[in-house]
């Protein structure tokens, strides 16, 4: 059974934009969703570097291009980019962390190189495929390079459905993503109808403001 669902493709081909129109339909139809999205930073037309944005509009930045580590602290870098992880971290796991009652889809997008450098966001997505009831909408990398430890165990489990995102397809595959997330919201929904009847709720994902 069909528990979460990823998309993966080239980068800049749409994978965000794509996640977005997504949840945007699930918001509509009134389905409580949080998480974080990945986002373009640029100035003058030039990328210099990468945000992360909560659902609920919070920011803060994942990287930039050349930056120096603040306070002599060990430097993160995936190419140009040099890696803010504290920054990431102090945005990015409450989400986790202050997990309960009401959100129906976890977005994370996304799992790469960057995000990776954190160990504990690591662990944080890991129980959450494993232990929340609640469904993940994520994105991760094409392979490429020496693999990614979490990337390929999430392109392994038998409860995760993974779309290759193209420039030719992403328009066409809106309504499979919708519909196969639609079906894992149904398997979630179970889980948590037998986590009450066990008198437990189990983990779920924080509730959207």
């Given at each position: 059974m069909i528990k979460h669902v990823f998309l993966t493709g080239a980068p800049g081909v749409g994978k965000t934009t794509l996640v977005q129109k997504v949840c945007e339909a699930m918001v509509s139809g009134g389905v409580s969703i949080n998480g974080f999205y990945t986002e373009e930073v640029r100035e003058r037309g030039r990328r210099v570097g990468f945000d992360v944005?909560?659902?609920?509009?919070?920011?803060?930045?994942?990287?930039?291009?050349?930056?120096?580590?603040?306070?002599?602290?060990?430097?993160?870098?995936?190419?140009q980019y040099v890696v803010d992880?504290?920054?990431f971290?102090?945005?990015?796991?409450?989400?986790?962390?202050?997990m309960h009652e009401g959100s129906r889809v976890f977005v994370i997008d996304e799992i790469g190189?960057?995000?990776?450098?954190?160990?504990?966001?690591?662990?944080?997505v890991r129980l959450t495929l494993e232990h929340s009831a609640c469904?993940?909408?994520?994105?991760?990398?094409?392979?490429?390079?020496?693999?990614?430890?979490?990337?390929?165990?999430?392109?392994?489990r038998k409860d995760v459905k993974v779309f290759i995102i193209t420039k030719e397809n992403r328009d066409a595959v809106f309504a499979e993503i919708l519909t196969a997330l639609k079906e894992c919201l149904k398997i979630t929904t179970v889980k948590r109808i037998g986590g009450a009847n066990n008198g437990s709720s189990g983990k779920t994902c924080q509730k959207s403001s």
């Open positions: 944005v909560t659902v609920t509009g919070e920011r803060g930045p994942l990287s930039r291009v050349g930056n120096e580590a603040a306070g002599g602290k060990r430097e993160y870098k995936v190419g992880l504290h920054s971290e102090n945005l990015a796991l409450p989400l986790f962390q202050n190189k960057m995000e990776l450098f954190s160990q504990a966001f690591i662990q944080a469904s993940i909408l994520g994105t991760i990398p094409i392979p490429k390079g020496k693999p990614l430890g979490l990337v390929e165990e999430i392109r392994a």
